[in-house]
């Protein structure tokens, strides 16, 4: 039996489609990834997994418990981080944990082993009141109360957005942990090269799921010809770049430009020549694997 | 474009803002050059967005000499604000207003004639491709249009410097691209861009980059030279080298 189990689930807010038909599974202890921009339709779906949201029309199980008629069986065997942050402000670190534990009928104590490693960074602030935390003490703290109740699956909403790249490191070391522990993890992120990091992902976009496999997988469906280019002027090479005959996309990626060909004959010293011509300097070309974010824009261009 | 002999149009000597016994800019001291387009990163909490107040004339630094686009930060204040564009991530733009009004709107704050304001709105959505989502509510558009609308609603008044307060968090990576291209646009037309974001890719974008640790400048340069200077292949290893000694 999948952790989760979604099948043709649609939902719609005053016309707009923000799910359209998805249907997936999650297996025990899998760590999967929601990897989408916002307004795709991430939060939605995670909003109905958690019993929060019943759907238009589709089916969706949780550990074998369905959505709408198990919800009360559902909210004992989740943990749920909302995208935004949503403790109480009032209440004190320790408060809001004891607070949580005390909903679900345990205590701190019961369950400390869980939370321990996350929790022992926030817990020299735990008289402090959360609002007061900076933003990856809040995260910290918002994970361990979504774990106080020792929950099979752990849904997290965007936890790493606006955090900074170190944050979102640590995080993502907290959840490998975790997942080891034999928790099951669906979580969304707009970060695409946190995808690398899923056992799976799903990369969601206008309310479909665009593809769904492993990071590895999805990048080898890639299917153009594709070039890793630099020169000096990034901008300059950007704009020639897609003047290039025969060119299909160009984007830039930190410091190299990322160009494909439909036409798998196109040389690498064409394009050299082309671009010696256009007056760049420190020009370098090499032929390049596709990451997910090239997949995901080669994905949405296509529908 | 990063010129060293083009004029200083921001100077910071010595910033300190204090709150109470906690000092969340130490002693900064940075210059950015007219038209580069500056990158201010740092870990959450380093200091960035007190900063950045400080910058725009919102909030008065408890000591230091500040000087931005030519006007004093003690004195000047409201003229900095008329020439400065400001956008950020958080809140750009009014939901419930239409494309249109939202222009009206900021242009008209910035003393623009209406039959000017009537002129660039056209001529605005018309370059963003959104002549026909003219009368719509903002919060009926997708998100990467309300980006890329309030970014070009911060430089209608064409400010000499504009600041851009994570820009393009949660953005589709399509639309985050695009987004650096009017960056670029606007810098070569000689707006000065200062710009923060999580994203390290786009660091390396900027012209250079500031990197904040717990209310110091620990780096300014170059992506190039700080790449160099710290043996790392990306800014995502500088970013981590830097911000990660404060952690251990």
């Given amino acids: ?303 | 474009m990063y010129n060293p002999n083009a004029e200083n149009i921001i100077v910071v000597k010595d910033l300190v803002k204090r709150f109470g016994s906690f000092i969340a800019n130490d002693h900064l001291c940075f210059e950015v050059k007219k038209g580069e387009i500056f990158g201010f990163l740092g870990a959450n909490g380093a200091g960035k967005t007190t900063a950045i107040k400080i910058l725009c004339g919102l909030s008065y630094p408890t000591s230091g000499q500040l000087n931005v686009g030519g006007f004093d930060i003690y004195k000047e204040r409201e003229k900095i604000k008329r020439n400065i564009g400001y956008m950020s991530q958080k809140f750009s733009l009014y939901d419930d207003l239409t494309v249109f009004e939202n222009i009206r709107f900021y242009a008209g704050i910035y003393g623009m004639r209406r039959k000017v304001i009537e002129e660039r709105a056209a001529d605005l959505t018309e370059k963003l491709d959104m002549k026909e989502a003219r009368d719509m509510l903002i919060r009926d558009i997708p998100l990467g249009w309300k980006q890329k609308l309030a970014f070009s609603v911060a430089i209608i008044h064409n400010p000499k410097i504009v600041f851009l307060d994570e820009p393009t968090g949660g953005v589709d990576p399509v639309t985050r691209r695009q987004f650096w291209d009017m960056i670029f646009k606007a810098s070569r037309e000689g707006i000065t861009v200062f710009v923060t974001t999580h994203y390290m890719d786009e660091a390396e974008y900027c012209d250079r980059v500031s990197i904040m640790v717990d209310g110091k400048i620990a780096a300014l340069d170059t992506p190039d030279n700080l790449k160099k200077h710290y043996g790392a292949n990306s800014m995502n290893e500088v970013f981590l080298k830097l911000a990660r000694i404060k952690i251990e």
């Avoid at chain 1, 060119?247 to 010696?276: C, I, M, N, P, W």
């Fill in chain 1, 1 to 303: 039996m999948p952790a989760i189990l979604v099948e043709h689930i649609s939902k719609q807010f005053s016309g707009v489609k923000a799910l359209d038909d998805i249907s997936f599974s999650i297996d025990n202890g899998e760590l999967f990834g929601f990897i989408g921009p916002d307004g795709a339709g991430k939060t939605t779906l995670f909003r109905i997994l958690t019993t929060l949201l019943l759907p238009d029309s589709g089916t969706a199980m949780v550990n074998g418990l369905d959505v709408v008629n198990d919800y009360l069986r559902i909210r004992q065997d989740i943990g749920y981080m909302p995208g935004r942050f949503s403790l109480y402000s009032d209440l004190s670190v320790e408060e809001n944990l004891n607070f949580y534990a005390t909903v679900f009928g345990t205590t701190i104590a019961e369950n400390y082993e869980l939370i321990r490693d996350i929790y022992i960074q926030i817990e020299p602030f735990k008289k402090r009141m959360a609002g007061k935390l900076s933003g990856g003490m809040k995260q910290k703290l918002a994970l361990s109360c979504a774990l106080i109740h020792k929950p099979s699956v752990l849904i997290l909403d965007e936890p790493t957005t606006g955090v900074d790249a170190v944050s979102r490191l640590e995080f993502w070391e907290m959840l490998k942990r975790l997942k080891n522990s034999g928790i099951t993890i669906a979580v969304a992120t707009p970060y695409m090269d946190e995808a690398s990091l899923c056992d799976r992902v799903a990369l969601i976009q206008n309310g479909k799921l665009m593809a769904v496999s492993t990071p590895i997988e999805v990048t080898k469906t890639y299917p153009w010809k594709l070039f890793s280019v630099k020169a000096d002027d990034i901008f300059g090479l950007l704009n020639d770049l897609r003047n290039f005959p025969g060119v299909h996309t160009v984007f830039a990626f930190g410091q190299a430009a990322h160009v494909s060909f439909k036409d798998r004959q196109t040389g690498e010293e064409k394009l050299v020549e082309y671009l010696q011509m256009k007056g760049h300097t420190g020009i370098s070309v090499h032929s390049a694997d596709a990451n997910i974010e090239d997949c995901f824009m080669e994905l949405m261009i296509k529908t």
